[in-house]
Every structure is written in C-alpha cells, then in structure tokens.
C-alpha cells in the first residue's frame, strides 16, 4: 500500500523558513516523480514543484521558484520542501504527491494526507 | 500559470446525469491528453478518479467518465448519488514538466 506521511508543518513568521518532509512507503520511492501541492483552507489546489527519481531535476511553479526548493533522499525513502521568505498568502495544507507512473510524469496522483503551514506574526 | 476554469457549482437530483468542465488553453488541456480529475470530500485528502482525459483507476465507478475536446475536458457523473457530493478538480499537464490544477467544482445532491 502506498503511503505517503508528511512533517513539518508549523506557524512561522512572515519572512522565515520552514522545511517539510514526507516519508514514503509501499513503493520503489526513487523509481518516481514525486511532486508538491498546497490547499488554502477551503480553497483550492495548486501545484508547486516536482522532482524526478533522481532528485537532479526539478521544476517549479512562478509563485514558489526562488523561495522553494524540492529535494529528496531516496536512501531515507524521504521527500523535502524547503520554504523560505514566507508570506502570509504561503498559508495552507501542503500535500505530498506521488505520480503513479515509474520513470514517467502522468498526472495521476496519490495524495499524503497534508501537513498545515500557518504563516503570521 | 494560470489556473484552469470550472464552474464554481453545480448540482443535480439523485439519478441525474451532470457534467463539470474544465477550460484551459493551447498551452495545456488543448496540448496534451494529460488531464486528470480528483474528488475531495470536506476535511478529507484528494482522490483520483480519472487520469490521461478517460482512464479510470482500477476499482473505481464506471459511473464516472471523462472527455476532452479541444481546450475543455469534461467529467460526467452518471446516476448521481449522495456520496458525489463533493468538491471536484480538474489538473493538466501545462508543459515544461508542470501541471496545473482547476478553480474546483463544488457539486450538490439536491
């Protein structure tokens, strides 16, 4: 069974940094693109990042690249964001999602369950 | 980037049939056959139900079904029941390895 459990979330003030992490398990982790994507509380989806299987190529949505960066440690079956120059509109769910293909980006996600960051003085 | 367009809501009587668009542009739903649909019931986690314009997940209810024609696709549930109450999204490939994901469709069982 895929699982996906992610870690990290926090209230941060605006301008700081924070680093959330996902472990997985039930799968080959580095067989997989693996990607980011955040919820603002009753609002909708929106996709930050992805990473290949790798972890040498990433990509990233406008509003995140500078600011964010995707990593993982495919050892620790481990998936990273690190946040920095937070801003009160960075508030929300951040998902850990796994592309169900192998080697491939399909758009067929599998969802962790979030982790909620709250940014606020 | 910018987010694909749904209809904010929309509704229908048990046994109905309702359709729920997803508008995008050249650049990504009209590009690509990468258009996967999700549902999310209140405080729970996303769920696929359809991925590559029409395929669904193993196991999952043939009452739902996806198309796509030109840049709209469309996800049609059929024999509407009161669990589809849920909040629906759309997502494409938006090329350069990024997606996209849809305003959201919030659909009532009347």
């Known amino acids: 069974e895929v699982r996906l459990v992610e870690s990290g979330g926090d209230v941060v003030q605006p301008g700081g940094s924070l680093r959330l992490s996902c472990a997985a398990s039930g799968f080959t982790f580095s067989t997989y693109y693996m990607h980011w994507v955040r919820q603002t509380p009753g609002k909708g989806l929106v996709w930050l990042s992805r990473i290949n299987g790798d972890g040498s190529n990433t990509k990233y949505a406008d509003s995140v690249r500078g600011r964010f960066t995707v990593s993982r440690d495919n050892s620790k079956n481990t998936l990273y964001l690190e946040m920095t120059s937070l801003r009160a509109d960075d508030t929300a769910f951040y998902y850990c999602?796994?592309?169900?293909?192998?080697?491939?980006?399909?758009?067929?996600?599998?969802w962790g369950q979030g982790t909620l960051v709250t940014v606020s003085s | 980037q910018s987010a694909l367009t749904q209809p904010a809501s929309v509704s229908g009587s048990p046994g109905q049939s309702i359709t729920i668009s997803c508008t995008g542009t050249d650049s990504d739903v009209g590009n690509y056959n990468f258009v996967s649909w999700y549902q999310q019931h209140p405080g729970k986690v996303p769920r696929l139900m359809i991925y590559?314009?029409?395929i669904r997940p193993s196991g999952f209810s043939n009452r739902f079904s996806g198309s796509k024609s030109g840049n709209t696709a469309s996800l049609t549930i059929s024999g509407l029941q009161a669990e589809d109450e849920a909040d629906y999204y759309c997502c494409s490939y938006a090329g350069g390895s990024t997606f996209v994901f849809g305003t959201g469709t919030k659909v009532t069982v009347l």
């Open positions: 590559q314009n029409d």
């Open positions: 999602v796994r592309d169900r293909a192998e080697w491939q980006l399909l758009g067929a996600f599998d």
